[in-house]
């Protein structure tokens, strides 16, 4: 059995999963569903602009995510400013929040982490490279 059929294996086995993705670009929504549809076809994607809209939508979602992934350069409410707040949150405060950005200056990096970030991911420059992203990532994500 080759990898893509553990990973589609593992996916039924599990509950479906939700993930929100907070990011003011449309494209990025965009290509994250596609590369999403093809690693599983299952996961509910919820998209917030913003940190302000993502704050708001978390009080608003039920289920509620198991993973966030949170953007740094977001207008109204940055990525540091919303993922402080998500940890201070009772409820969402134990919730996987990876980074999802254009960069990865490392002292960025390393800051989010210290934030509380379970990890931090540069968004990749291609689909393709993006599915081997998600697939490595779901593994984690029970």
Known sequence: M???????DNAV??????LL???DDIDDHEILSMA??????SIVVNYAHDGVEALKKLKELVPRPH?????????RM???QCLQAIREDEVFGDTPVYIYSTSALPDVVEETIKMGATGYIEKPADIPT???VLEELLITIK
């Open 130 to 132: 993006l599915i081997g």
């Open 21 to 23: 993705l907070i990011d």
């Open 67 to 75: 993973l966030i992934l949170l953007d740094l350069n977001m207008p």
């Open 36 to 41: 999403l549809k093809k690693v599983d076809s």
């Open 13 to 18: 086995k599990r509950r479906a999963l939700n």
């Open 78 to 80: 940055n990525g540091k």
């Open 2 to 8: 080759n990898h893509n059929n553990n990973i589609k």
